[in-house]
């Protein structure tokens, strides 16, 4: 099956909880909005309440399941913040079938000479460290549900990186061997599941700041990459951990 245009089967994601990452704008949003649309309530996370709003208003407006909002700035989060985030949602909702980690945490391209410690420790935290740190908080409400799905959105850089990405190529980097990890951990939890998808170049706001001269009409667009997301969330792709997936590259 080509997982990179597979639409979920009916009620794939009906009772299940996601909660979603970088859910404000670009590729997070999109699949805020697709995961509403396909039955699941959506935990909407990210740093601006007033583009969560929009989202949850969309949401809302289109009677998908009532979302959640949870504002929070995963440069600053800590563990106090995170413990309490996994409360809350066993409180509101009882269960977690599912993170997908779209927050994506970029300084600047510059050389190396250029980068400093505190935009390098900044990015590892967006792209790596925290999102490590939450799935590890609420690893008891995804060991418990019958089928989780942990999606993790990498970038090319981080699998062939190039002068002026510094701290940026090597936190996504980071994701891979921590996805590896992760997986091979979990290996005989058959509900657990964790993977990488790099959606290469595509028309989004990252894109459009790293590539501002592009002719953004000649790449995918957001919305292109939403059923691979949902079929690396949903139950299509139970039985596959630890897998990098390529979205620019043909489908194995």
């Known amino acids: 099956m080509d997982w990179k245009t597979s639409q979920p089967v009916a009620g794939a994601f009906k009772d299940r909880v996601i909660l979603v990452t970088g859910a404000g704008q670009g590729i997070g949003e999109a699949a805020a909005l697709a995961l509403a ?50 409360m809350v949602l066993s409180k509101e909702f009882g269960r977690l079938d599912g993170i997908l980690h779209a927050a994506n945490g970029f300084a600047h391209l510059s050389p190396l000479s250029n980068q400093k410690l505190d935009e390098w420790m900044e990015q590892f935290r967006v792209n790596v460290a925290t999102p490590f740190a939450m799935t590890r908080a ?35 980097s980071a994701q891979q061997t921590w996805v590896t990890i992760a997986a091979d951990e979990w290996e005989k939890q058959e509900n657990l599941r964790i993977n990488l998808l790099v959606p290469g170049p595509i028309h989004s706001p990252f894109r459009t700041k790293t590539h501002p001269a592009e002719a953004w009409s000649t790449l995918p667009q957001v919305a292109d990459i939403v059923p691979a997301i949902l079929y690396w969330l949903g139950p299509q792709s139970r039985g596959h951990s630890g897998q990098v997936l390529r979205f620019d590259q043909a489908a194995e």
């Open 37 to 86: 649309k396909a039955g699941a309530t959506v935990v909407l996370m990210g740093r601006s309440e007033k583009k969560l709003a929009k989202v949850y208003d969309a949401i809302e407006a289109a009677g998908g399941p009532r979302p959640a909002a949870v504002p929070m700035d995963l440069a600053k989060a800590g563990e106090a913040e995170l413990a309490q985030l996994g």
């Open 138 to 172: 609420l690893m008891p409400l995804l060991a418990a549900a019958p089928d989780a799905a942990v999606l993790v959105l990498g970038e090319s850089h981080g699998l062939e990186p190039k002068a002026y990405w510094g701290g940026y190529a090597v936190s996504k």
